[in-house]
């Protein structure tokens, strides 16, 4: 269990439609990462937040957003979704306070997106 | 731009038998480095990591990984392979920026299949 947990883990909807993914960081984590997973095109980093403020941005399409709030954790937000949205959406976690930042990640078992 | 290859996608070995998984990086820095597991229907999970020093590092479940700056591989190995061993490798890597390490770029992956 890497502490890192993912709401929710199983979600079916259709085109057109909006959903939210939540994540909760491992206690104490300041980071948050949101990758997605699919079989064409691997594992892609989408987007990092760290303590509440974006830091880094991926291949995150327009129709996609996040936010970290002040707890933590974090919400990846899908819009105006299309077929090849369906995937694997990954959420981790990393970096305590006065610890040295390694890329290391804590990874949550996933949502798994279906478009239909 | 940062990139991974795992240039097997699928390797099939008979229990007992030892394995080897290829990882080869482009980068001009020196890399953080590491394997991640991935069984069906669960997330990433970490199996080793090399930051610096001995460039043969150990992790989990009998797994080593031997570091070479000339090749710019990260080859993951172990011995003798259990049943168990069946799932999804992922070599990843992250550069130590100005601001911090650089978001792990993932290769797409060598799937491991096990046979009696």
């Known amino acids: 269990d890497s502490g890192v947990t993912q709401t929710p883990k199983h979600l079916i909807t259709a085109t057109g439609q909006r959903v939210t993914l939540r994540c909760s960081p491992r206690?104490?984590?300041?980071?948050v990462y949101w990758y997605q997973q699919s079989l064409d095109q691997g594992l892609q980093f989408l987007i990092q937040?760290?303590?509440?403020?974006?830091?880094a941005k991926g291949n995150i399409l327009e129709r996609f957003s996040a936010q970290q709030f002040p707890d933590l954790h974090s919400e990846l937000n899908l819009s105006s979704l299309e077929l090849g949205d369906s995937a694997l959406y990954f959420c981790?976690?990393?970096?305590?306070?006065?610890?040295?930042?390694?890329?290391?990640?804590?990874f949550g078992e996933g949502s798994r997106l279906t478009v239909l | 731009a940062q990139s991974v290859t795992q240039p097997d996608i699928h390797i099939t070995v008979s229990e007992g038998a030892s394995l080897e998984l290829r990882c080869n990086y482009s980068?001009?820095?020196?890399?953080?480095l590491f394997w991640y597991v991935q069984s069906p229907g669960q997330g990433l999970q970490l199996l080793l990591k090399?930051?610096?020093?001995?460039?043969l590092v150990q992790g989990i479940k009998g797994f080593e990984a031997e570091f070479k700056r000339s090749q710019s591989s990260f080859n993951l190995r172990k011995p003798s392979v259990h049943w168990s061993d069946a799932a999804e490798y992922f070599c990843?890597?992250?550069?130590?920026?100005?601001?911090?390490?650089?978001?792990?770029?993932f290769g797409k992956g060598t799937r491991l299949s096990v046979i009696a």
């Open positions: 981790a976690s990393s970096v305590r306070p006065g610890q040295q930042e390694t890329g290391e990640l804590f």
């Open positions: 206690s104490g984590d300041l980071s």
């Open positions: 937040y760290y303590n509440g403020e974006e830091r």
């Open positions: 980068y001009g820095a020196t890399p953080y």
């Open positions: 090399y930051f610096s020093g001995d460039t």
């Open positions: 990843a890597v992250s550069i130590k920026g100005s601001s911090g390490n650089t978001p792990l770029v």
